[in-house]
Every structure is written in C-alpha cells, then in structure tokens.
C-alpha cells in the first residue's frame, strides 16, 4: 500500500465474512484541484453489505466502504472556486472519471467506462480507494456535492446514493408528471427516498412491499396514497393495471410478473435494486400490454446536485438511525434482514475514533 502524508483511520473487512475492523491507512496530498474532508457522517448502503461479503465477486481487501459521504471541507487545492474551507459538503459513489468520453461530456460520469468508485476501486495512481467508514478524504473538487442549507448532513448523507438512485431515473423516465400513478417496489432506503420523490413531483404514490407492517408507516408517515401487500393475491388483483410506473428497488431475488401486472398499457418498469442472482424476465405480459422494462444507476454530478437542490427546496431528506461505529456490524446483521427505518448513518465525527 503506497504510503502518503495524510494518516486516516477507518473501518475495513478483510475477507468475505464482511466483518468491520480497525484500519490505519493514508490518504493522497491534496492537490491543486482536490479537497480534503473531515468525514462526519457516512451512510450505509446495501452495496455496501454486497461489497464486503463478496458477494459481486469484485471484492478487493482490504475494502473500507462507505459512499454516502458528508463531512466539512478543511483544505483545498490552488485551483479550487466553488469551495472553501468550512463549506459542508458531500461524496457519493464515485470521486473520478475520464472526462473526456461522450458520456462525461453529457455530464453522465456515472456511465462512464473509466468512472472509479470512491471505495473497492483503482485510482488513477494506481492505488486502491478507501470510502467513507473513515476520518477523512482527499477528492477531486469535480466530485464533491454542496449540502444545501436546509439539508442536514445526517439525514442527507443516504441522498448521495440512495437519493440519486432514484431521482435520476424518474427524470429520464418520465416520472415526473403531476397526477400519474407511481408504484415504489421494496420499503428500505431507497425506496422510501422515492415515495418522498414521488410526492413532491405531484404523484399518486402506491407502497408495493412484501411486508404489510410496513403499512401505517408508508402511508401516515412518509406520505403514500396506497399501499399493495406483493404477497397478497387480492390486493394484486384489485391494484392490477392501475399504475403508470414503477420504480423496483428491491435488492433481493424477486418476480418481476406481480409488478408488470400492476401496470397499466404503455407503462415503465424501472429497476434499480442490484439483487446477486438475474431475475426472471417473463415476456408475454410485455408484449400484451405494450409495456417497458429498464434499468438505471445512480445519476452523473451535476444531476446530483440538482437533486440535493431539489431536496433543499422540498425539505426531503432520508429518515435515519444513527449509529456509532462499533455499532457496524451489528447495523450490517440487521441491514441483510431489511431491519433498518430506513438508512443506517455511522456518526463517524463522534464515534470513530473511540474505537
């Protein structure tokens, strides 16, 4: 591991059972267009749990994951204007890109080939990028996101991934339009981002979990007009080709043929969970109903911002439990059962570096 000036503290797995432990490294100097951060809070991801089980495949260890940054500018670069010293400011799922491709130049880094991810990733001088479950960053001013006044650090945290996860697809795909039906799959962090999205966009906003305690809270606190029990015939028939859209967060193995029912003629299924195993893709119901599968990632930097902007204005942020860092892996047990209302955020300034 090459050794640079900045020492940082983390949080890491070392192999595939995903436990977190104590980890010194370092970090780059801050160069002429970079800023460094004082990591205060960071959220926790299901790609996270992915990534340090191995359960991709691409694991590299050493790993310190972590992609939901938000911390306190302390230093920045010759060539750096739109920040300075104090700002708070945020980090999402990838600190670099070529730039130069045809999808940076549409400010869609997040599509690039060359794109590297702010954790389990190679940067450009060849060593490994460390993520957020740790005291501090050094990254590129082009990556780095404003936290509007108004949007907590905390709460906000899970915007940079789990927010723009969401937020950009609904953009391209149309799910904007006032009045629409919108079906929101899985209840987790993504998911509840999007019911929130949905109703500051004017939508009809329709719960579809497998889980009906997770009832009364969709629909009295986070805001839904309905909510469909996916295990529940009777409320899938009753529910059946109402909906003009539906944006699948779900991260586990699942059918896609109860979601493609609940959609009406011309409408769009978006998928955005990332379960370990294909999904099962009937064909008939497309072809019957004129109807649209696809995919997306999280959104490129400027569309980020846009979105933190958005929440800003519309007062969204991600509801949160916050946690300590030795509270990890435990956060990590329950995260793989879905136990979590509705992001896991590490209180990384306050507790880290009691460990």
Known sequence: MAEFQHKAFGLAATDSSGVLSPFHFSRRDNGDDDVTIKILY????????????????????????????????????????????????????????????????????????????????????????????????????????????????????????AGITVYSPMKYYGMTEAGKHLGVAGLGGLGHVAVKFGKAFGLKVTVISSSPKKKAEALNKLGADAFVVSTDAAELEAASGTMDFIIDTIAAVHQLAPLLSL???????????????????????????????????????????????????????????????????????????????YRFVIDVGNSLAKL
């Open 42 to 161: 960071c959220g926790v991801c299901h790609s996270d749990l992915h990534t340090v089980k191995n359960e991709w495949g691409f694991t590299q260890y050493p790993v310190v994951p972590g992609h939901e940054i938000a911390g306190v500018v302390t230093k920045i670069g010759n060539n750096v204007e739109k920040f300075k010293v104090g700002d708070r400011v945020g980090v999402g799922v990838i600190v670099n890109s070529c730039r130069t491709c045809d999808v940076c130049q549409q400010d869609l880094e997040s599509y690039c080939a060359k794109m590297i991810f702010t954790y389990n990733s190679t940067d450009r001088d060849g060593t490994r990028t460390y993520g957020g479950y740790s005291d501090m960053v050094v990254v590129d001013q082009h990556f780095v996101l404003h936290f509007p006044e108004n949007v907590p650090s905390d709460a906000g945290a899970p915007l940079l991934c």
């Open 263 to 341: 959609l009406k003629m011309n409408g769009k299924l978006v998928t955005v969970g990332l379960p370990e195993k294909p999904l099962d893709l009937p064909i008939f119901p497309l072809v019957a109903g004129r109807k649209m599968i696809g995919g997306s990632d999280f959104g490129g930097i400027k569309e980020t911002q846009e979105m933190l902007d958005f929440c800003g204005k519309h007062g969204i942020a991600a509801d949160i439990e916050l946690i300590r860092a030795d509270e990890i892996n435990a956060a990590m047990e329950r995260l793989a059962k879905s136990d979590v209302r």
